[in-house]
């Protein structure tokens, strides 16, 4: 089948809750995706966990020693309680269910759909994955708090170069192949390899740059980073 028309955002964490929930980036946020929908467009939206999930994760820690299980729960719950944030938001363009099972999608004619994380080991940038493959979306897009994907940690390497484009191959070498929990990568190593078996492509930037986002989906040059 051809590509769908229904593009894929993975709407990190780090955007809806950077620490107290952002409505200005999130009203901002709506106003561009409800442009789109007027153009015929359509969007699946994964919610990551932020802030949220962190605190939940630190409290945890601190009062009991937790398996990875748990954590990856407390996790899960996290983006699903930002799923329904954006919902709410959403509400008269989106399927008025979330997407918590990535196996058991349903057919909508809403322009919007609302995923969140789905059990212990799958990332949502795995759960974006899968419904890419599902809708026949060619690209998924991930925005966080980075401009481009870098050769190493910006944060502890002055020298990191920012990446424009790179093969899947050559992003795999620098993310490894094993995910665990609260993981800091652009993307996530066992949805990329997974990605490249799609031959899906991805592309990473910066979601609070919202008009580097509308040059995006208008076709433009943008400033992030193209996998695959």
Same mark, same amino acid.
Not at 62 to 89: E, F, M, Q, Y
Not at 171 to 188: E, I, Q
């Given at each position: ?9 993975? *709407?990190?964490? =780090?955007? %809806? @809750?950077?620490?107290?929930?952002? #409505?200005?980036?999130? &009203?901002?946020?709506?106003? /561009? ?59 008269? *363009?989106?399927? =008025?269910? %979330? @997407?918590?099972?990535?196996?058991? #999608?349903?057919?909508? &004619?809403?322009?919007?759909? /609302? ?114």
């Amino acid at each position: 089948m051809p590509p769908s028309n229904r593009y894929i955002i993975s *709407l990190g964490g =780090s955007l %809806i @809750v950077p620490d107290e929930i952002d #409505t200005k980036f999130l &009203s901002a946020f709506h106003k /561009i995706i409800e442009a789109q929908t007027r153009r015929g467009r359509k969007f699946v939206l994964i919610t990551g966990g932020g802030r949220t999930a962190r605190r939940y994760s630190e409290a945890a820690k601190a009062l009991g020693d937790l398996n990875p299980d748990d954590l990856d729960w407390l996790g899960i719950h996290s983006t699903r309680l930002n799923g329904h944030l954006l919902r709410t938001i959403f509400r008269k *363009l989106a399927h =008025s269910r %979330i @997407v918590t099972n990535p196996k058991e #999608t349903e057919t909508t &004619s809403k322009p919007v759909i /609302i995923a969140a994380g789905y059990r212990p080991g799958w990332s949502t940038d795995y759960v974006g994955v899968l419904l890419a493959r599902h809708y026949q979306s060619a690209v998924l897009l991930n925005l966080s708090n980075i401009d481009y994907v870098y050769n190493k940690n910006p944060k502890n390497h002055p020298d990191a170069k920012p990446i424009k484009q790179i093969s899947w191959k050559e992003f795999r070498k620098l993310v490894g192949n094993k995910w665990d929990p609260g993981l800091n990568t652009p993307f996530d190593p066992v949805a990329s390899r997974l990605a490249e078996k799609l031959k899906l492509r991805v592309v990473v930037m910066n979601g609070k740059n919202l008009k580097n986002l509308q040059n995006f989906l208008a076709g433009r040059k943008f400033i992030g980073t193209l996998i695959g």
